[in-house]
């Protein structure tokens, strides 16, 4: 077995140490040689440039074998060595040795001339220390040479070991100053290989010895068996090698599937190239920059599909391009995804000096670029595929008319805000009138305003504000922690969104509802049920905003139709009208000139068996949200035409109001269930009037004035219930097929202290009037009210000045009470006024 020598000595590293160690070496041997020692000189006398052709064979045909980083070169120099100190003069040994590794490593291998100094110095140091302790261990044990006995054998195997290990020790100096690290596990491993291949070759040069003394001839044989080992040992280590290049194949593999998942793929290839072919470079070139292949590229071939390989020491036109772009060696390989090509790998410049990239580099190379290409081409795939994915996602998050977080990303982002401790507010607005936009100038237009509308919200975004667009016309804005600033930040959506939309040729100006709910820190819990009810409430807010005049509106528990209260009342609203505990309570309308009951209202009264009294306002919003609104409204419908019909009998025939919903309004049978119920009671349809708010109108009115019209065809009256919380004039009122309009009590209570409410009422009054239509205010509550509207002329007047609310039968007695004493108070009494009843009880603080 070979010794081994070290011949890799890295470049960028400060030369001087080596220098240093090769002089010391050099001094060393010389020091020695210089002893004068005396060999033995056996006959036959060996021609020293015999000896030379031999040391410089040991080192060109060295096995070479990587280390690491280093490669490793296993020799058979100690073969000539044992013979010249058996069969030369010291002179012509070192002679030999000299000449022979010096023509191998600077003629042959052209190592730098550093490496040669070094190797020179080193096998001067190897020759002269072996010479020396073969003499001593020969005078030592008092053996003699000329025999070759097994003393010699001992004194030659004890100098070519000394040599070997003093000559590994001073390569593993330098390796640990190179590297920085000192390895002395590595050390003792070095040393038990070299003795252990030193004893082998030693063996075979006394064997060698032994012939040469007694049969030259026989030499013929040990050459042939000696060749046989050497070309067995090169044939196993290359099948060695192939099997070590399948195993590095494997960790490339591994190494770069591992990659796809840590997106390095590139990186990872050049990394594992380098590392696999041992190279000091590694590049990968993809497809996009070989349409910029530099000129005079060494690697230029590959990009059209042609390998490359240039090892050492060639001197074609390619060799020089790769020495001009600073490389001593340099394979390159093309990179395929099925036919195509899709880029280069390239190595260049093997780490060792002494070996280069040979044919079987080339095909691990080749299979390398191979697996490169699938697993780049595999990475590209896999990046499109996150990419179509964040896209999708994104896609999935995101409105697509404006860019803003959808409705799913703001949930998202409210639930993970509730997680923490800080308060959170949720403004959800709305565009009022939008659907007139879309309806009067087209969607298109609609669509542009949506997308200035969301431009402008973007400019609040911040750390903590998010802003979305839900759906439709309606947008929300998330604040948390330091930017929970509710009041400036709906200051600043009514500022930008007040600001006129010019599109194209027209300019709107728009005006939102806000909707706002807050949690303060640690008042929510977290998770999607949360967001959700935060979300719920800002959206009944905005719904109360919207029925108010200001356009904001906090949430407020008693205003949600979804609170526990409410969700009670739902099912106990829907028992309550089929057990019939409903009750159908009414109210007089008098003429405030006479006192004369002109009309009465129908009012549907609930007592909840728990919660009490249940008022109006609040049951009928669930009716309508539920869809009890029709068969309530049928109830009240017909409970107060048999109540009509009942009082007609009873001679005190007096006109009946009720009032009906918007969806009631939009019903296609309404008119047709009227008159059904009229027929079957008996009651001439001008006997009854219907109140509908103006907002029934208002939110369709092509088929609000189409039902309308159909009711006043069956001789119905109409009247415009709690005229001026709305959006109608007086002008549009001119074309609907309306008889009367109720003035909202909330401009009548207050009458003789306000003078703004009293301006209000007469221009309704006189407006009404000139467009040929009754006016009724209701919310007559006291007796300077009723003489203001007497002397305004008003037409009707309601309120609890005249009569509360009450019970069929106790309107029955009241009103024939007071038919019959109408007359007789007025001509005992002609300063009271005609609606004055004395024995009312005391008004209370609502009406109904």
Not at 475 to 497: K, N, P, Q, W, Y
Not at 580 to 594: C, F, I, K, S
Not at 620 to 631: N, Q
Request: with cysteine; aromatic share 6%.
């Amino acid at each position: 077995m070979p010794h081994t020598r070290d011949v890799s000595i890295h470049r960028g590293q400060p030369d001087r140490l080596i220098w240093l160690l090769s002089a010391c070496l050099a001094a060393a041997g010389g020091v020695l040689w210089w002893q004068g020692l005396s060999l033995p000189e056996l006959e036959p006398h060996l021609w020293w440039p015999v000896l030379a052709v031999l040391f410089a064979l040991s080192e060109r045909f060295a096995v070479h074998l990587p280390f690491g980083r280093d490669n490793h070169s296993l020799t058979f120099s100690q073969a000539p060595l044992v013979l010249g100190l058996f069969f030369l003069p010291l002179d012509e040994l070192v002679l030999a040795a000299l000449a022979g590794i010096l023509f191998t490593h600077a003629v042959l291998t052209r190592l730098p001339p550093i490496k040669v100094a070094f190797n020179v110095g080193s096998a001067l140091m190897q020759v002269s220390l072996a010479a020396l302790v073969f003499v001593l261990t020969l005078g030592v044990l008092g053996a003699d040479a000329a025999d070759l006995s097994p003393a010699s054998w001992l004194a030659a195997l004890a100098a070519t070991v000394a040599a070997d290990l003093t000559s590994n020790l001073a390569l593993f100096v330098i390796i640990s100053l190179r590297q920085s690290a000192w390895d002395p596990r590595a050390l003792g491993r070095t040393l038990a290989w070299a003795v252990i291949g030193t004893v082998v070759v030693t063996d075979l040069a006394l064997v060698t010895a032994l012939l040469l003394r007694r049969d030259s001839n026989a030499l013929v044989l040990l050459a042939v068996a000696g060749t046989l080992c050497v070309l067995l040992y090169r044939g196993y280590h290359r099948q060695r090698m192939r099997y070590s290049r399948l195993e590095l194949l494997y960790r490339f593999t591994r190494s770069v599937d591992q990659a796809m998942r840590d997106e390095s793929v590139p990186e990872t290839v050049s990394a594992q190239a380098r590392e696999l072919l041992r190279a000091r470079h590694a590049e990968v070139v993809l497809h996009g920059d070989l349409d910029q292949v530099p000129p005079g590229a060494w690697w230029a071939p590959a990009a059209t599909g042609t390998a490359v390989r240039l090892p050492r020491g060639g001197d074609s036109g390619a060799h020089r391009e790769l020495r001009d772009a600073g490389h001593v060696d340099g394979m390159a390989a093309t990179l395929r995804d099925g036919g195509d090509i899709i880029g280069v790998l390239l190595v260049a410049d093997r780490l060792d000096d002494i070996s280069t990239f040979d044919a079987d580099d080339a095909r691990l190379f080749e299979a390398l670029a191979g697996n490169a290409g699938v697993a780049l081409a595999n990475a590209a795939l896999v990046e499109r595929v996150r990419a179509a994915a964040s896209e999708t996602e994104h896609l999935a998050l995101h409105d697509p008319l404006t860019g803003l977080p959808n409705r799913l990303c703001f949930q998202q982002r409210l639930a993970r805000r509730l997680e923490g401790d800080g308060p959170v507010a949720v403004l959800l607005m709305d565009i009022d009138r939008f659907k007139e936009v879309n309806d009067t100038l087209g969607h298109d237009v609609g669509d542009r305003l949506l997308q200035d509308i969301g431009r402008r919200l973007r400019a609040l975004e911040g750390d903590e504000t998010v802003v979305a667009r839900l759906g439709g016309d309606e947008f929300a804005v998330l604040l948390g922690g330091e930017d929970v600033h509710v009041e400036g930040m709906v200051a600043r959506i009514t500022r930008d969104i007040g600001r006129s939309f010019v599109l194209g040729e027209v300019t709107l100006d728009v005006t939102a509802s806000i909707g706002i709910s807050v949690t303060t820190a640690g008042g929510a819990a977290a998770g999607s049920t949360a967001s959700t009810a935060l979300l719920r409430h800002a959206e009944v807010a905005m719904y109360d905003a919207k029925r108010g005049l200001s356009g904001v509106a906090r949430y407020s528990p008693d205003r949600d139709p979804y609170s526990s209260r409410r969700l009670s009342l739902i099912g106990d609203l829907a028992r309550a009208l089929d057990a019939g505990t409903l009750e159908v309570h009414y109210q007089p309308q008098a003429d405030p000139a006479t006192g004369q009951i002109a009309c009465v209202e129908a009012l549907l009264r609930w007592n909840h068996p728990v919660w009490g009294q249940v008022p109006p306002d609040e049951f009928i919003p669930l009716a309508e949200h539920t869809g009890l609104i029709k068969p309530l409204t049928r109830f009240v419908v017909e409970t107060a035409v048999r109540q009509c019909v009942a009082w007609r009998d009873a001679g005190t025939p007096v006109l009946m109001a009720v009032n009906i919903s918007a969806r009631n309004l939009l019903e296609p049978e309404l008119a047709d269930s009227v008159a059904r119920v009229l027929v079957q009671a008996g009651l001439p349809a001008s006997m009854l009037k219907l109140e509908v708010t103006e907002s029934a109108i208002v939110a369709d009115p092509e088929r609000a004035v189409h039902a309308l019209e159909r009711l006043v065809d069956l001789g119905l009256s109409i009247s415009i219930d709690d005229f001026g919380t709305g959006y109608s004039s007086l002008t549009r009122l001119r074309s609907l097929p309306v008889h009367e309009v109720k003035i909202d009590r909330t401009f009548v209570r207050h009458l003789s202290e306000q003078a703004e409410d009293l301006a209000v009422v007469r221009a309704v009054i006189r407006l009404g009037h000139d467009l040929g239509l009754d006016v009724v205010a209701e919310g007559v509550e006291d007796e300077g009210s009723w003489r203001i509207l007497q002397d305004l002329g008003c037409d009707l007047v309601q309120g609890y000045f005249l009569a509360r609310p009450m019970t069929a039968e106790s309107m029955t007695s009241w009103l024939r009470e007071r038919m019959a004493g109408l007359a007789t108070r007025l001509h005992a009494d002609p300063g009271t006024p005609p609606g004055k009843d004395p024995e009312q009880p005391p008004r209370a603080a609502s009406s109904h």
